[in-house]
């Protein structure tokens, strides 16, 4: 079945890429993270996204009811780190209520906060999903020819 989707999987790919950043879940950081993939580690870009991912999750879990300023942060740089605009800007409103302390619009930045994220992690992990589709691809037609 997934020898009919290699023709247009590329394009495919391209294409979903190209949504990310149209809807502005990625930024150019976004660019730069896809120019590490090479031939000698085509999975090395998976790789990082799902570094992010986790490392950000494990981040969000820990969030208390007091959440630190500091976590937020480190949500922030990684989140710019592979160019996840959302997660980016939705960590500086958490950042800018944490120090305010404003307890009503800190609660909502942990929501909007969560929720990007749980946007983010779907678009990324469909992304994931697509890439490893086509390395699959790419292995069975090297062992074939």
């Known amino acids: 079945m997934e020898r009919n989707l290699d023709p247009n999987s590329n394009g495919l790919l391209q294409d979903y890429v190209q949504s990310l950043f149209d ?22 870009v998976l790789k990082l996204i799902n570094a992010y991912l986790n490392d950000a999750e494990a981040i969000l879990s820990e969030f208390p009811e007091n959440i630190l300023a500091a976590q937020a942060r480190k949500i922030s740089e990684i989140s710019l780190c592979i160019g996840a605009e959302h997660m980016k800007l939705a960590c500086s409103d958490l950042i800018q209520a944490c120090d305010e302390k404003q307890g009503r619009r800190f609660f909502q930045a942990v929501g909007w906060t969560k929720m990007e994220f749980s946007r983010t992690r779907g678009k990324l992990d469909a992304l994931v999903q697509m890439e490893k589709r086509i390395l699959r691809l790419k292995s069975k037609q090297n062992r074939a020819g």
């Open 23 to 44: 809807e502005g879940i990625v930024n150019d950081q976004f660019s730069q993270v896809l120019t590490l993939k090479t031939e000698d580690e085509p999975d090395s």
